[in-house]
């Protein structure tokens, strides 16, 4: 189905960010009118959504030239998925972001970059072209450079500088694994690649490309051995920008992985699936590892991201369609709860004045909602029942078990411990005890930062409870992901 | 029953509107009806025509998922021990909690524990008795933190969690692989499937996980360590959950599935073995505790330990012995840690140390006290119902079936020994609880508040139970075909007829209860004389010591660990990537024959091309070796537009005249930036710092010009570009195909392109000017 | 040629990683630029060298460069040159606030 609609996720912020850039001084009038544009834009997500799930993918042929010889847009229901998902964590950070930012960032352009941001990464869930799938990259990496520096404190420019170095280096090594598959495959459409994939016979040097590609999103996603950038940048910009970061920068790289290793690098699963499992019980153990390691919750809930990239991760590797519904699942859960927990942080470090676990006591005296919504997201973290994480992981895991991959398995379900310990201890610790006289809360700002965090927890538990109404959703987009044919049918049998 | 599982949670709802009236009518008034109630729905079951329901709701069916609720004898046994003890518990709370206290969360806490662990013993989906399992941990660490102010509260919530939600993650570990491998997710299901487990490979694994799950939850040796400190929990808390209840899923667990791991001997040497020493190390312990709620809390996890050993025996009669004493088990705890909350809360202490003589003060709690603690005790007296567990067991403990494995028959040939013993033990704390407070010396100087009787609403609800306790002892047999006997066959599958009686003649068992009385006697009198044996075993050792220890461990080195490599070094963040990148691809491309190598398709080689790469190059390697900024910044222009006369000679105008107006840029721009900054640091790098750096470069260009080689080497296709010079002047309407394409055909990389410009420019901006607004 | 090409490219991606892999920020910048013309001078050669005219079409020629590496190339290079500059800016404004542009110095404490 060929629909102009394809475009609408990634024209509408664009178009909202740089309107936004012309009022920039204007701060009450931008405050107002991005949260509208954000609704605008969350209500053609869904739009958008609604129509792929009912008429099926979606593609655009951009400049009316035909694939594989122009830029195709591809919104199949993965796509469209993400793309919604995104633009509710958008709306939440979009309401959180007036009470936490000082004014002096959101005059330098700080919405306008919010906008650029969501553009980048829809346009990286819905394209169908590698090269444009690098610019997209491009985009939403830009607007993170701007984002994560807007401020120029002195510890987050430091920190910065190394996010932006290390991503810097893998999108050049990306743009040349372009180069080279493009020698190889004589293309840089997706589904075209995955076609001519299946007529070549000698397959090694597509294989080590895969692994080079593979590296490169698994770089952005924050796998193990390749983390090490992530969890300190993560900590020092605005806690709004924390978890955009969080819910969505990484969130790309996976779903580059989920996307290129179920479409196009499906030929030597015995190597490049098989490393997959490897890689993710060594980033379960060692992100629930670093979570334990910090007083920081900042950087407790940052580290806890790359364990959940691990479970994703997993699932790509197992693959089976039991195991890639979990791991879809995990991932739309994981975006919210991990987009929540930063907002959620934020909002204690700005009432206590610290980070530090070491310096709260008694919070819920303070903050009972947010203790509360802690204290589900733990569980929600740990995967389990009735919330969402719980389903995402069950599905992964019982993958593995019907593929006999028992021990990431088990790795999965330690690491499951640990990340609970890590959260439950910043509740137990932070929130639990004698009531801390010397914290004033201003209850206007902790009731305008608590809703968003509120809003986000409520989908997680929605998704966990309400299952059932999204497994079709998530059953049919891991069917797609299993039978490569209908995305490649979607692009050309028009 | 959904209704009835179903229904505190619904009423958590209510609570807090409830408790606004707390100074009027004590919360827990109106909590007190719900288990109640659900008692009454239940009661009505009892009887010899009991045949199972099922009853079933769709939840999340694509999962296999649902609400299935099973009632039979095992799971109506539970429900109406979670119900009774519960109202019980419930009705002791009002006297026990002071209005002044936050009843809202603990009757939400308490309420949301009802649900959960009815949901627990009804659940015939094993995912749904999952969820409902770890909601009985989560509410247990509310409960066990409610008094949060506490460090001791905090820890031993902290340390009833961890050790619960690991059990019970290995639980579900267990009910998954019983999923996959038998496509059901019901548990009268699984069990029809017996054989298709029982011939599986990961038979002892899925035992192992499922038996972590139940010796967690049922504090079974080493995993008791958290019980004793959930002591921390309000004393009705401790009554209901830490005693009489939730520490019991563990065994209800084990009894369901039990039909599933009947002939598999292991299951016997496990259960029973572990079963058997939680039995002697906990009564063991418990004699050593000067805590009264410390005692029972070791005194449960015995208990606990015996109930499991029994199940582990597998015989009919075993099981309906184990059935028969989860009940007396109930009766006679629940009143004691009642009658010890009474204590506490009339004398401000729990310190046995001080307590003493009670008798003539607190005459009714004695009284109680003595009865439930002598059917504690097993003492053969015919009122008693512990003692015919107790002896139940011992005739069991002689009668376990066949065993082929050599282990198995050890334990055979051991377990009645280890039962007298660890019976012994049971008897001396019993008596140590009993005496040490209620006769003896009164010490009132050192209490906190002059003891007295307590008021008769907290005393009604271990009156009751202690009735219970002689109830059941005059009449043994009353339950049995009714009730018990529909329990033990949910669990043995076989019909059960046992008769119960108080004189088996001169047999094994007598001589064994006498041995019991005889030398716990003779222990308790001379407890002065042994007792420092404690300081031998376990001396400094234990089993908290080790959960500290693992927790400390956790905390200082995974901090060691992550800051080792995590030190914020770019440069050791990049050398491990780059490095991590080499050698995996390396391999891969190793390992599946991935270089190939082909001549029959290259341009040909011409010497100022040769000139111009190698003057590329030089620049490259140059801007290492130039030890000046300027002279680097320099360097990089010559190699930088070497490579414009590169593209010159590839057939790329556009580029060559793009690549030379941005390197001009770039290096104004490097110039710039930098001349404004001094040079900081200067370059001290040793052999060593040099080597690595080579290494990495030299071992990252090797890998890509490898890969470029092989990619080239590998042009299977035609390429799409073809396609873009066929076209370009009829649908493009432009000659320069290059720009077509730019502005045409992958317009959106260009539109994007000039977004990512535009971003980079305002953040520049911002970058520069936000600055100066700093600190404002 | 191609070969001789991969290599020159493989060469400058060597050189790039080493000035990746100084202490000193303007290296790394500099490190940052040579890594692209690595990776651009592997785009083009990835699409063969020398194959008949520019891409811009004349009458009677039919032998043309392959157009799209060139493009994208053209793309890339746009992108990378907007990083660079900002890199640049942010490395000045790193160093000027920390008062070092010697990365090593720039680690920071695990639990600040």
Known sequence: MMSNLAVLPIIIPLVSGILLAFFHTKTPFVRHAAKLLSVISTGVAAYVFYYVLQNGTVTLETGGWEAPYGIVLVADLLAVTLVLTTNIIGLACIFYAPHSLTEQKEKFYFYTFFFLLITGVSGAFLTGDLFNLFVFFEVLLMASYALITLGGEKVQL????????????????????????????????????????????????????????????????????????????????????????????????????????????????????????????????????????????????????????????????????????????????????????????GAVAHVVGTPDLRKMKGLIHQLPLLGWLLFISAFVLAGVPPFSGFIGKLMIMQGGFADGEIAIVIIGLLSSLLILYSIMKIFVRGFWGEKDESITIDKKTVTALTWPVAFLVFFTVLLGIGAEMFYPVVDDISNQLMNPEIYIDSVFKE | MLFAVLLPLVLTLLIPFLSKFKDKVHTGIFVFFIPLGIFIFFVRFIGEGFSPELESYPWIPSLG??????????????????????????????????????????????????????????????????????????????????????????????????????????????????????GVTSVQQMIGSVDLILSSDYLPLIMTLLLLGAFTKS???????????????????????????????????????????????????????IGIITLCWASYMAVRQTDLKGILAFSTVSQLGMIMAMLGFGTEAAVFAAVFHILNHATFKGSLFMIAGIIDHESGTRDIRKLGGLMTLMPISATLALFAALSMAGVPLPFLNGFYSKELFFENSLHIGDTTLWIASFLKQAIPYLAVFGSIFTFVYSMYFLFGTFTGKQKLEQLPKKPHEAPIGMLIAPAILVFGVIFIGLFPNLFNETFLAHAAKAISGEDTHEHIVYWHGLKPAFYMSLIVVA???????????????????????????????????????????????????????????????????????AGTNGFTFKTDDLAPVTIPEILVGIMVIAGAVGTILAKNNVAAIIILG??????????????????????????????????????????????????????????????????????????????????????????????????????????????????????????????????????????? | MEIIMSVVAGILFAAGIYNLLQKQLLRIVIGTVILSNGAHLFILTMGKLKRGAPPVLEYGVSEYADPLPQALILTSIVISFGLTSLLLVLSYRAAQENNTDNMEKLRGNHDE
């Open chain 2, 65 to 182: 998922i649902s609400l299935d609720f099973y009632l039979d004898g095992l799971s109506l046994l539970f429900v109406l021990l979670i119900s009774g003890i519960g109202a019980l518990v419930t009705f002791y709370s009002i006297f026990y909690l002071h209005k002044s206290e936050k009843l809202a969360h603990f009757y939400v806490y308490l309420l949301l524990f009802m649900t959960a662990m009815l949901g627990v013993v009804l659940s015939d989906n094993v995912y749904l008795l999952y969820t409902f399992w770890e909601l009985t941990s989560i509410s247990s660490f509310l409960l066990i933190g409610y008094w949060n102010h506490r460090e001791g509260s905090r820890y031993g919530a902290m340390k009833s969690m961890l050790i619960t939600v690991f059990g019970g993650l290995s639980m579900l570990g267990a009910f998954m692989l019983l999923h996959v491998i038998t």
């Open chain 2, 519 to 589: 030398f716990g006697t003779l222990l308790y009198l001379f407890r002065k004389k042994w007792w420092s044996i404690y300081r031998a075993i376990p001396g400094s050792l234990s089993f908290n010591r080790v959960y500290n220890g693992i927790l400390k461990g956790l905390d200082v080195y995974t901090a060691k660990l992550t800051k080792s490599y995590m030190n914020g070094s770019l440069r050791r963040y990049t050398a491990l990537i780059v490095s991590t990148i080499i050698i995996v691809t390396g391999l891969v491309m």
């Open chain 1, 158 to 345: 430091r920190e910065s500088i190394k996010y932006v170095l290390v991503n810097l280096f893998s999108s050049i090594v990306f743009v040349t694994t372009v180069a080279f598959l493009y020698s190889v495959l004589g293309t840089v459409n997706m589904a075209q690649m995955a076609e001519r994939v299946q007529e070549v016979e000698q397959q090694g040097i597509l294989t080590t490309i895969g692994i080079l590609l593979f590296f490169v999103f698994a770089t952005k996603a924050a796998l193990f051995p390749l983390y090490y950038w992530l969890p300190k940048p993560y900590t020092v910009p605005n806690p709004v920008v924390s978890a955009m970061f969080a819910a969505l920068l990484t969130k790309v790289g996976v779903y580059s992985i989920i996307r290129m290793f179920t479409l196009v690098f499906v030929h030597k699963m015995e190597v490049t699936h098989e490393l997959f499992i490897w890689i993710a019980g060594f980033t379960l153990v060692f992100g629930a590892i670093g979570a334990l390691s910090t007083n920081n919750i900042k950087l407790v809930i940052a580290y806890n991201i790359i364990p959940a990239v691990g479970f994703m991760v997993m699932g790509v590797g197992i693959y089976n369609q039991t195991a890639l519904s979990g791991s879809v699942y995990y991932m739309i859960s994981d975006m919210i709860i991990k987009a929540a927990l930063f907002l959620l942080a």
């Open chain 2, 638 to 776: 010559v190699s930088g537009y070497g490579q414009a006369l590169l593209f010159v000679f590839y057939r790329a105008p556009d580029l060559a005249l793009t690549q030379l107006v941005i390197e001009t840029i770039t290096v104004a721009l490097l110039l710039l930036c930098f001349h404004h900054l001094p040079q900081l640091s200067r370059r001290t790098e040793g052999a060593g710092f040099r080597l690595t750096n080579a290494v990495i470069a030299v071992g990252f260009g090797t890998l890509m010009t490898l890969i470029g080689i092989s990619a080239h080497s590998s042009k299977w296709f035609t390429a799409i570009s073809d396609y873009f010079l066929e076209t370009s002047h009829d649908l493009g309407g432009g000659d320069n195909v290059v720009n077509v394409i730019l502005v045409d055909m992958r317009g959106l990389d260009t539109l994007f392109e000039i977004t990512v410009l535009g971003i980079a420019a305002f953040s520049i901006y911002s970058l520069i000017k936000l600055r100066s607004k700093e600190g404002e």
């Open chain 2, 219 to 273: 504090a079974q040796f080493p995993f008791h360590i958290w019980l004793p400190d959930a002591m921390e929990a309000p004393t009705p808390v401790s009554a209901y959950l830490h005693s009489a209840t939730m520490v019991k899923a563990g065994i209800f667990l084990v009894a369901r599935f039990s039909p599933i791991f009947h002939g598999y001997e292991w299951f016997f040497i496990v259960v029973s073995g």
